[in-house]
């Protein structure tokens, strides 16, 4: 059976692609704390909820969004739970994704080094289609910014990843993070 790379096996009962309903994984990496876990709460739940952590152990959360050309994107998200510190597993994590969110925390510079780790590590062992995102979040945070937007569109484009900012907490972008990323994944192919 040919499959996109990082697509999940979304074949339908006749065992043939269905291009009109894609089933992606899509993982998150950045330093604990950057709000991984409540960006996804917000675009899963609509709700800012920090006491309600996806559990160790939780496998991930799906979602279903649908794009203006009527094709569907299922996502299911992979929140590293804790587990950024033990690398070793990364490549494990990141296996079979189509989609790595790299978060930063916009008010905090070494969380934006460790976002280019990953971006690296991403290079050195992801799928070489995966499609990648920049997230600065925590943009509500205005007056403790220490990382300008430019040094991230500028990140961003040099390692040809989607960029933008959200911010969790009045889910400024959320949504449209999770649009443009889909609007980006490759589609498979549509003739035999
Ligand atoms: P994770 O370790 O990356 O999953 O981070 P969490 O989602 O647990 O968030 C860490 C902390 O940052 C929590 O205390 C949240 O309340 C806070 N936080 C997350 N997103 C935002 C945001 O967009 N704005 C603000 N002001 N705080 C946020």
């Known amino acids: 059976r040919t499959q996109g790379p990082g697509l999940l096996n979304n074949s339908d009962s006749s ?9 992606v994984k899509l993982v998150l990496l950045g330093d ?6 409540c960006i996804v709460l ?3 739940r609509g709700q800012f909820d920090p006491s309600s952590k996806v559990t160790v152990g939780a496998s ?3 979602q279903t969004i649908a794009l203006q050309d009527s094709t569907t994107v299922k996502f299911e998200i992979w929140d590293t739970a804790g587990q950024e510190r033990y690398a070793a597993l990364a490549p494990l994590y990141y296996r079979g994704a189509a989609i790595a ?3 930063y925390d916009i008010t905090n510079p070494d969380s934006f080094n460790k ?3 990953w971006v690296k590590e991403l290079q050195k ?14 943009a509500d945070l205005h007056e ?8 991230g569109i500028d990140y961003a484009e040099k390692n040809g990843m989607f960029f933008i900012e959200t911010s969790a907490k009045t889910a400024d972008n959320i949504n449209q993070l999770f649009e443009e990323i889909a609007k980006r994944l490759p589609r498979p192919s549509t003739s035999s």
Do not use: C, T
Not at 15 to 23: F, R
């Open 101 to 103: 969110v790299v978060v």
């Open 125 to 138: 062992h992801g799928s070489p289609d995966i499609v990648m995102a920049l997230v600065g979040n925590k």
């Open 15 to 23: 065992g043939a692609l269905d291009p009109k309903n894609l089933k």
């Open 115 to 117: 976002a280019q780790y």
């Open 144 to 151: 403790k910014r220490e990382i300008q937007v430019q040094e």
């Open 32 to 37: 604990s704390g950057v709000g991984k876990s």
């Open 60 to 62: 991930f959360l799906s």
């Open 42 to 44: 917000r675009f899963v």
